[in-house]
């Protein structure tokens, strides 16, 4: 059974560097079939997608975050990371990793992407 | 502001039926599949449909997708007080390049 675990500092400091690992076991990170991605809930607030890694380096990430976020990917260690620099208050939140599926359906010409499983999260605070 | 609306919050009682609805474009909706999450309080979400209507192993019947033009839409039937939950859409937005959600919906069953 595939499982997902974060790891990182809770505390971070205004204008440092937000650093998170996540690492997988029951399963290869250099599974051809997926990505790996984070994704970060603000307290009370609803789920964003950060950015996605294959196993080969390949990334995107998210516009409005793209010019901070940094994935890296270990595939000796069986693990992915998010570096997102300059943090602010804005940037507390609990930060998921999950395993993402995606692909392109040549019959409907739609891409499907979804989540799973997921980590169980950690809350990253920006505080001074 | 996401990408994708959802109502705040629906409700029902239990052993009813509740859809929640999740509305977006062109660039995501109506050109994707939809996936939808449940996140029980204090945990991760959990992956409930994918591909608009695709159940994983171990999810009961009792939840159903659907997707018309720019619109997606969840079904929960036989309503539990389990249930209880904030549910999230999510999809492809092909403008963006990236995967959006919509803001999530809150179920209470009374």
């Known amino acids: 059974q595939l499982q997902l675990q974060e790891s990182g500092p809770g505390l971070v400091k205004p204008s440092e560097t937000l650093s998170l690992t996540c690492t997988v076991s029951?399963?290869?990170?250099?599974?051809?079939?997926?990505?790996w991605g984070w994704i970060r809930q603000p307290p009370g607030k609803g789920l964003e997608w950060i950015g996605s890694i294959y196993y080969s380096g390949s990334t995107y990430y998210n516009p409005s975050l793209k010019s901070r976020v940094t994935i890296s990917v270990d595939t000796s260690k069986n693990q992915f990371s998010l570096k997102l620099s300059s943090v602010t208050a804005a940037d507390t939140a609990v930060y998921y990793c999950?395993?993402?599926?995606?692909?392109?359906?040549?019959?409907?010409?739609?891409?499907?992407?979804?989540?799973?499983?997921w980590g169980q999260g950690t809350l990253v605070t920006v505080s001074s | 502001q996401s990408v994708l609306t959802q109502p705040p919050s629906v409700s029902a009682a239990p052993g009813q039926k509740v859809t929640i609805s999740c509305s977006g474009s062109s660039s995501n909706i109506g050109n994707n599949y939809v996936s939808w999450y449940q996140q029980l309080p204090g945990t991760a979400p959990k992956l409930l449909i994918y591909?608009?209507?695709k159940r994983p192993s171990g999810i009961p019947d009792r939840f159903s997708g659907s997707k018309s033009g720019t619109s997606a839409t969840l079904g929960i039937t036989g309503l539990q007080t389990g249930d209880e939950a904030d549910y999230y859409c999510?999809?492809?937005?092909?403008?963006?390049?990236?995967?959006?959600f919509g803001g999530g919906t809150k179920l209470t069953v009374l």
């Open positions: 029951g399963g290869s990170i250099s599974s051809s079939s997926y990505y």
């Open positions: 999510g999809t492809w937005d092909s403008s963006l390049s990236g995967v959006v």
């Open positions: 999950a395993r993402q599926s995606q692909g392109y359906d040549i019959l409907t010409g739609y891409q499907n992407n979804w989540f799973d499983p």
């Open positions: 591909d608009n209507n």
